[in-house]
Nanobody, 124 residues
Framework: QVQLVESGGGLVQAGGSLRLSCAAS????????MGWFRQAPGKEREFVAY????????YYADSVEGRFTISRDNAKNTVYLQMSSLKPEDTAVYYC?????????????????WGQGTQVTVSS
C-alpha cells in the first residue's frame, strides 16, 4: 500500500553531483515530514537530511551541510536530495523515509515508512 521508491543513484566521480528522487504513494504526502538516510556496508544507517511538511525548513547532518539540499514537491508527492561536491565517503545506499508524528526528526525510529534504497557510489 504505502510505497516510497527512490531513484537517481549511480556512479559518479568525486566532486560530481547527483540528484535523488523519492516518489511516495499510499499515504497523504503533505502530512508527512520526509527524510533521507544512508547506510554504507558494515555501518549503521545514518541521518542525512529532513524537510518539514510544507517544505519551508530543513535540517542536515553536519557531514553533508553545504553540499546537499533536500526539497519536496507536494503536488508530485516527491522528495529530492540534490548532492553536490560528492566525496568517496558519501558512498552508501540512500533511503528516503516518511514520518507522520511531529515536525521532523533526525532519528531513524521516528520514521514510519521506508523506501528500498538506491545505491550511490563516488569514485576517487
Amino acid at each position: 500500500q504505502v510505497q516510497l521508491v527512490e531513484s537517481g543513484g549511480g556512479l559518479v566521480q568525486a566532486g560530481g553531483s547527483l540528484r535523488l528522487s523519492c516518489a511516495a504513494s499510499g499515504l497523504t504526502f503533505s502530512n508527512n515530514f520526509m527524510g533521507w538516510f544512508r547506510q554504507a556496508p558494515g555501518k549503521e544507517r545514518e541521518f542525512v537530511a529532513y524537510i518539514i511538511r510544507s517544505g519551508g525548513n530543513s535540517y542536515y547532518a553536519d557531514s553533508v551541510e553545504g553540499r546537499f539540499t533536500i526539497s519536496r514537491d507536494n503536488a508530485k508527492n516527491t522528495v529530492y536530495l540534490q548532492m553536490s561536491s560528492l566525496k568517496p565517503e558519501d558512498t552508501a545506499v540512500y533511503y528516503c523515509a516518511a514520518g507522520g508524528r511531529g515536525r521532523g526528526s533526525a532519528r531513524l525510529g521516528d520514521y514510519d515508512y521506508w523506501g528500498q534504497g538506491t545505491q550511490v557510489t563516488v569514485s576517487s
